[in-house]
């Protein structure tokens, strides 16, 4: 354990958080990158406060809360690692639990996860840092009256918390609790309103009390992404508001990415013509300047994709409005990295598919042969894709390998990749829903609906 005085530099407080992190085996996920911008955050905090009473606490409760919430994950599914990792930084950093606990809750990493796994880990984390005994959120279901539905919880479900959340919610109060329960009604925006409970050990809830307080944001934040996206809801404010936006990102993206894109084109040709006779007469001159043509082709194809979201601001997946072509590319580009060429089967008429809804499905498609390529190990992929006036539909279906789903989202959450998370976000944007149906050894299914929508 460092000594006092090197506890007192900004160095030495910053050096064994991390080393507390890692030493309780959570450290393993958080990244270089994670670990190299927080520690310039923390500095830059520190130099704010000039030379004198510098709060090395405060840097490093926001440094440490910064790693915590990168493996966030882990951090609420390793509850015995993480009560000791908490014990030894109040103990030896004097990092007071409930305010590392709230820094991590507001740090926003959470609404890098799917909106279930989210919420689960938020309410997690609640509980761990509260030290208590169960947080859970509860809403009334649209069929019923006064009866609360259990949304999702942590630790296990409770009778008095079921009670105290029908009270909540009849009473229309925006707090309650006493003794050892503390409760607070959330109102997302679009959704339904819901009771936040927290079940505590001790005579008070004076932990639990700022823990919830310190979830609720980022709970409703979550929630509202739940909340169903209807036609009826795209207001003229809201489309009058969207397209202010894309003519901001048409300038955007033609004084900025497309402009460096150009310049970059030059200097990789000047690069060329510099390189040639440094290594004419080498054996290996053509596959060099080879592999440099190809750089510039895949950079003038880029260009041609920002030209066209400059010009139309619509995804570079569409051509002439038709889902046709772009599936054609992405099955081709499929079809010459595995050698497998998967069958396509279109039924009715894309017509009246909006932008949105094609770039949707189409993402959808990219992500799921993306995932067989790299895992799956099939030879049988095929792509179904119908539409009607009842809305449109996708379905890939492959023989590989398969995998379990749930435990696959989560490990995928926790490494930080979003692939799977992403497209369902999408669709659930557009009024849709996502399904993967699988099982080691497969068949795998992934298949998505998407409502009518009328332009």
Same mark, same amino acid.
């Given at each position: 354990m460092p000594t006092a005085p090197e506890l007192r530099t900004l160095d030495g407080a910053l050096t064994h958080a991390g080393a507390l992190v890692d030493a309780a085996g959570l450290g393993a996920g958080v990244s270089a990158d994670v670990r190299s911008t927080a520690a310039e955050a923390a500095r830059s905090l520190y130099a704010l406060y000039g030379a004198a009473e510098r709060p090395l606490g405060l840097v490093a409760l926001a440094f440490t809360a910064e790693l915590l919430a990168s493996v966030a994950v882990d951090v609420a599914a390793r509850r015995d690692r993480t009560e000791r990792l908490i014990g030894r930084l109040e103990s030896e950093l004097r990092l007071p639990r409930v305010a590392l606990g709230r820094e991590v809750l507001r740090t926003g990493h959470l609404l890098e996860l799917s909106t279930e796994v989210g919420i689960e880990v938020a309410l997690s984390l609640a509980l761990v840092f509260a030290g208590g005994r169960s947080v859970s959120l509860w809403r009334i279901p649209p069929e019923e009256s006064d009866t609360p539905q259990l949304v999702a919880t942590a630790g296990g479900p409770s009778t008095p918390a079921r009670t105290v959340a029908?009270?909540?919610?009849?009473?229309?109060?925006?707090?309650?609790?006493?003794?050892?329960? &503390?409760?607070? %009604? /959330?109102?997302? *925006?679009? #959704?339904?309103? =819901? @009771? $936040?409970? !927290?079940?505590?050990?001790?005579?008070?809830?004076?932990?639990?009390?700022?823990?919830?307080?310190?979830?609720?944001?980022?709970?409703?934040?979550?929630?509202?992404?739940?909340?169903?996206?209807?036609?009826?809801?795209?207001?003229?404010?809201?489309?009058?508001?969207?397209?202010?936006?894309?003519?901001?990102?048409?300038?955007?993206?033609?004084?900025?990415?497309?402009?460096?894109?150009?310049?970059?084109?030059?200097?990789?040709?000047?690069?060329?013509?510099?390189?040639?006779?440094?290594?004419?007469?080498?054996?290996?001159?053509?596959? &060099?300047?080879? %592999? /440099?043509?190809? *750089?510039? #082709?895949?950079? =003038? @194809? $880029?260009? !041609?994709?920002?030209?066209?979201?400059?010009?139309?601001?619509?995804?570079?997946?569409?051509?002439?409005?038709?889902?046709?072509?772009?599936?054609?590319?992405?099955?081709?580009?499929?079809?010459?990295?595995?050698?497998?060429?998967?069958?396509?089967?279109?039924?009715?008429?894309?017509?009246?598919?909006?932008?949105?809804?094609?770039?949707?499905?189409?993402?959808?498609?990219?992500?799921?042969?993306?995932?067989?390529?790299?895992?799956?190990?099939?030879?049988?992929?095929?792509?179904?894709?119908?539409?009607?006036?009842?809305?449109?539909?996708?379905?890939?279906?492959?023989?590989?390998?398969?995998?379990?789903?749930?435990?696959?989202?989560?490990?995928?959450?926790?490494?930080?990749?979003?692939?799977?998370?992403?497209?369902?976000?999408?669709?659930?944007?557009?009024?849709?829903s996502t399904r993967i149906d699988s099982r080691p050894g497969g068949p795998t299914v992934i298949s998505a609906k998407l409502p009518p929508w009328q332009a």
């Open positions: 029908q009270r909540l919610l009849a009473g229309g109060g925006s707090a309650a609790g006493s003794g050892s329960m &503390a409760a607070l %009604r /959330l109102e997302p *925006l679009g #959704a339904r309103p =819901v @009771a $936040l409970i !927290g079940l505590g050990h001790e005579t008070s809830n004076t932990l639990l009390a700022p823990l919830l307080a310190g979830a609720a944001p980022i709970l409703s934040a979550l929630l509202e992404r739940q909340a169903p996206v209807t036609e009826a809801s795209v207001t003229g404010p809201l489309i009058s508001s969207v397209e202010r936006r894309l003519h901001r990102l048409r300038f955007d993206l033609h004084d900025g990415p497309q402009q460096d894109i150009h310049l970059l084109a030059q200097d990789l040709r000047l690069f060329r013509d510099q390189l040639r006779p440094m290594i004419a007469g080498n054996p290996d001159q053509g596959r &060099a300047l080879g %592999r /440099l043509d190809d *750089l510039e #082709a895949q950079m =003038v @194809a $880029l260009d !041609g994709d920002l030209r066209r979201l400059v010009t139309s601001v619509e995804s570079p997946f569409l051509s002439s409005g038709s889902i046709a072509e772009p599936l054609r590319e992405l099955t081709d580009a499929f079809a010459q990295r595995t050698g497998v060429a998967p069958r396509v089967e279109l039924r009715g008429s894309t017509d009246g598919m909006t932008d949105s809804q094609q770039i949707a499905l189409l993402s959808l498609i990219r992500e799921a042969l993306a995932n067989i390529r790299e895992h799956a190990d099939a030879r049988n992929v095929t792509i179904a894709i119908a539409a009607g006036v009842d809305g449109a539909s996708v379905e890939i279906t492959d023989d590989g390998r398969g995998f379990e789903p749930q435990p696959t989202l989560v490990r995928s959450a926790r490494a930080g990749r979003l692939g799977l998370v992403g497209m369902h976000e999408r669709v659930r944007m557009l009024g849709g």
